[in-house]
């Protein structure tokens, strides 16, 4: 069988999120099934790799662009300088590039037409800048199946029914039914209309995205997909994320009492006090990832007792906020507003607990990370949130996280509390520790379901 992967970013080429990592992973994994995997990239700015393999022409509006397709491996990027020789991925500071439309648009033909003549079962699309390619391949009546992942709902590839022209498509799609959504375009709804399955990054997530709350307006149509409409949960590279051979921690370790070590060093290095619960925090700062009621909520959980540290960057409105906290509490309070991957690793490794107050989490990747690094989660249940972490109940030894429902202050703090509380008992806490490090969430597990759900594909 031969699946070929379309995507916006991939680690090692190009970064802004998650879906970059899910990307960089997930193929090898499928490959090791025996399934041919092939990923499509736009070539962005910083990829300067591999060899030209194929040059034709692709037309938007009344224009036509060369494409040049470029092989590293077994990933392929479209290459069209004037669409993505520039910098950022989809904008800048200033904000989107405002022909995405076009670029994605360009990307998403260049890929049906250099696969139109390969031997191809199954097209697996990502998130809304791939979403044309299910329209487009039906439009052309392919044979091949075709598959629309949703990483995020909340981000749906919007524009005016003006640039409809852009397409080259009929306007018979442009429809309730189709990719018309409140007199706009919508390309992530292309993709779920259009596509023959849709999956989603957690069983949960697949649910709530079919709820009024969380469904962002596309709950109805994807209401309708619903027997077609899947969650499979997010993994992580266990090669990558091992506290046992990690490079980047002072003291790499496989139990517990090799994490004391490495919280001992950071907290040093940070001048921060020791001896007291460590919570960690790896997240772009913003409102989705719980900011807003963290931020309320600072002062009570510093009353804890606790050592608190955030890596991060996002809105400055609640960066500066936290600046300030940094200030009242110098010893207990560390805050890194930049990305620094060693740094990243060292808090998953030191902290005691991992916090994602999230107001939702499609799935979510901190909580597996803290697991393999047998730091305990404490988070809201919601997306794949609900989906990995349970309630650790100290009688039966059941659990391996604390949470929450309610995304208000209190429940926040109240979840802390539960957590503090089992801290105290240094023995339980270290049997709880462990038990997370015991757990498996690699990739390897989620990509035996994508190749059950690719076999099921091609037998229907």
């Keep these: 069988m031969k699946v070929a992967f379309v995507a916006s970013e991939a680690v090692p080429y190009a970064k802004t ?17 025996g399934i041919d995997i092939s ?83 199954i097209v697996h699309c990502h998130d809304w800048q791939s979403g044309l390619i299910p329209l487009f391949l039906h439009d052309q009546q392919s044979p091949f199946k075709t598959v629309f992942t949703i990483h995020n709902l909340g981000y749906q590839g919007r524009f005016p029914k003006e640039k409809y022209r852009v397409l080259g498509i009929s306007p018979a799609y442009f429809t309730p039914d189709g990719l018309e959504y409140y007199g706009d375009i919508n390309c992530l709804k292309a993709g779920i209309v259009y596509s023959d399955m849709v999956t989603t990054v957690s069983e949960n997530y697949a649910r709530e ?20 409409l899947i969650g499979i949960v997010n993994g992580i590279d266990y090669n990558k994320w091992d506290p046992g051979e990690d490079r980047n921690l002072s003291s790499p370790y496989c139990n517990r009492s090799g994490k004391e ?90 902290s005691d607990f ?16 803290s697991l393999r690094y047998g730091t305990v989660p404490i988070v809201r249940y919601t997306g794949g949130l609900a989906d990995t972490v349970q309630e650790y109940d100290a009688a039966t030894g059941k659990g391996n996280g604390f949470g929450f429902r309610k995304y208000t202050c209190q429940a926040l703090t109240t979840a802390i509390h539960r957590a503090i509380d089992v801290y ?37």
């Design 17 to 33: 999120g998650g879906l970059a990592d899910v990307i960089g992973s997930l193929p090898h994994h499928i490959q090791k099934a």
């Design 354 to 369: 991992f916090l994602m107050p999230s107001q939702y989490e499609p799935c979510g990747l901190g909580q597996l990370i």
């Design 261 to 350: 070590e490495n919280k001992h060093q950071l907290l040093q290095d940070c001048a921060l006090c020791d001896q007291r619960p460590l919570i960690g925090m790896v997240s772009r700062i913003a409102k989705q990832k719980g900011f807003d009621i963290l931020i309320k909520a600072f002062d009570e959980i510093m009353s804890y007792n606790v050592i608190f540290i955030i890596l991060g960057l996002g809105d400055e409105a609640y960066q500066k906020k936290l600046a300030v906290y940094q200030r009242l509490y110098p010893k207990r309070f560390f805050l890194n507003l930049k990305f620094d991957n060693k740094l990243a690793h060292r808090i998953y490794a030191a």
């Design 39 to 121: 990923v499509f990239l736009p070539r962005y700015k910083k990829i300067t790799s591999g060899k030209p393999v194929h040059s034709f022409n692709v037309t938007l509006s009344e224009s036509s662009y060369q494409v040049t397709m470029i092989q590293d491996g077994h990933f392929f990027f479209v290459d069209c300088p004037q669409f993505f020789e520039r910098d950022g991925l989809y904008g800048t500071a200033q904000g989107d590039h405002p022909d995405n439309l076009e670029r994605f648009t360009l990307f998403s033909k260049a890929v049906c037409t250099f696969l139109r003549d390969r031997d191809v079962d």
């Design 209 to 228: 995205i079919q709820t009024p709350e969380m469904g962002f307006g596309l709950e109805g149509i994807l209401q309708t997909r619903g027997k077609d």
């Design 424 to 460: 105290q008992d240094q023995t339980a806490f270290s049997r709880l520790s462990e038990k997370c490090m015991g757990m498996n969430f690699s990739w390897a597990e989620s990509a035996k379901k994508y190749v059950k759900l690719y076999e099921k594909l091609i037998s229907a």
